[in-house]
């Protein structure tokens, strides 16, 4: 069983940061990609941010090029996407998920964390 544990999420004023952290246990494969999605209420799910466990290559959605950076300690089986220079759009759920996708972007991942609430305030 790989088990996804996320924290670090809270309330935070628009222009400021965030780090999500994602604790990784269980068995998983090298091949796998850590990803982070969000879903606001009404809407869908969407892709954030992804790395490569093994080669530590990351790829992110257009929204977020440039304010976010995920990351992965391997040594500690963690995963972090650190946020800046947030923005009220930013608000929903984070979810932290690990897998083996066809699309990196794409929620088909297999794995996912309880998510962890991120309100940014205007």
């Known amino acids: 069983q790989v088990q996804l544990v996320e924290s670090g999420g809270g309330l935070v004023q628009a222009g400021g940061s965030l780090r999500l952290s994602c604790a990784v246990s269980?068995?998983?494969?090298?091949?796998?990609?850590m990803g982070w999605f969000r879903q606001a209420p009404g809407k869908e799910r969407e892709f954030v941010a992804a790395?490569?466990?093994?080669?530590?290559?990351?790829y992110y959605a257009d929204s977020v090029k440039g304010r976010f950076t995920i990351s992965r300690d391997n040594a500690k089986n963690t995963v972090h996407l650190q946020m800046i220079s947030m923005k009220p759009e930013d608000t929903a759920v984070y979810y932290c998920?690990?897998?083996?996708?066809?699309?990196?972007?794409?929620?088909?991942?297999?794995?996912w964390g309880q998510g962890t609430q991120v309100t940014v305030s205007s």
């Open positions: 998920a690990a897998g083996q996708p066809h699309r990196w972007r794409s929620p088909e991942y297999g794995y």
């Open positions: 269980g068995r998983t494969f090298s091949s796998y990609v």
């Open positions: 790395i490569s466990w093994s080669s530590g290559i990351a």
